[in-house]
């Protein structure tokens, strides 16, 4: 069974940074893409980044330059480094495979 939990979210000020983890089990994250998607309150589904089986990436327009996905292969776990965050980034962030997703962990960005 496919399973994906997301964590690392919190309360961020302007400008600071979260690395969020996407810890899967029920397929090797080395053999499969897995994106990012956000939802912010009151607004659907975006599309953040993704990352393929031979490791290439890409981002949406809106955190190019700010955001890094990344794999550990051996902890089959997918990573997003966000920084310089903005209130805009405020939302749920989930891992998603096939169109299956995690329940989410939140970045709220306040000062």
């Known amino acids: 069974e496919v399973q994906l939990v997301e964590s690392g979210g919190g309360l961020v000020q302007p400008g600071g940074s979260v690395r969020l983890s996407c810890v899967v089990s029920g397929f090797a994250v080395s053999q499969n893409t897995v994106t990012w998607v956000r939802q912010a309150p009151g607004k659907g589904l975006e599309w953040v980044s993704i990352?393929?089986?031979?490791?290439?990436?890409s981002y949406a327009q809106s955190v190019k330059g700010r955001a890094t996905i990344s794999r550990d292969n051996a902890k089959n776990t997918v990573y997003l480094q966000l920084n310089s965050l903005k209130s805009e980034d405020t939302a749920m962030y989930y891992c998603a495979k096939d169109g299956k997703r995690g329940q989410g962990t939140q970045v709220t960005v306040s000062s």
């Open positions: 990352i393929n089986m031979i490791g290439e990436t």
